[in-house]
């Protein structure tokens, strides 16, 4: 399960959990309409035949960030998506204060396997 986070600045970086930190290639500041759309592009290869059920997507908000404060700055059409129907696109959201111990655990796997 690939986890992405997301924070409001590069000072809030210092806040995240160790296990988070170390996974640097995947802590934005920013979620563009090109980041969007390159996720649903992976979960929709995912889809392809023979693969029964692709892995989730996490997005991983900053407590300080709201999905809404992205409205103005994504298409409003990828906006709904997120906001109304991210299950069938395979992306779950997720605040990082309400990681559990398996998500910790899947982290550090995901470390595993892109390093």
């Known amino acids: 399960m690939p986890y992405l986070f997301l924070v ?3 000072d809030r970086i210092s806040e995240l959990p160790d296990v988070i930190r170390e996974q640097s290639d995947y802590i934005f500041q920013t979620l563009t309409d090109e980041h969007i759309m390159k996720l649903v592009f992976l979960q929709k290869m995912k889809t ?3 693969i029964k059920e692709p892995t989730p997507i996490f997005i991983c ?3 300080s ?3 809404d404060d992205l409205q103005e700055t994504i298409h409003p ?3 709904a ?3 109304y129907s991210p299950l069938s696109y395979g992306i779950v959201h997720k ?3 309400e990681l559990t111990t398996d998500d910790f655990e899947r982290i550090k796997e995901q470390k595993k396997y892109t390093s």
Do not use: N, Q, T, V
Request: glycine share 4%; charged share 30%.
């Open 61 to 63: 908000w900053h407590d």
């Open 81 to 83: 998506m997120l906001k």
């Open 8 to 10: 409001d600045s590069a």
């Open 77 to 79: 059409k990828l906006y």
């Open 95 to 97: 605040r990082i204060c």
């Open 48 to 50: 392809a035949p023979g």
């Open 65 to 67: 960030i709201e999905l």
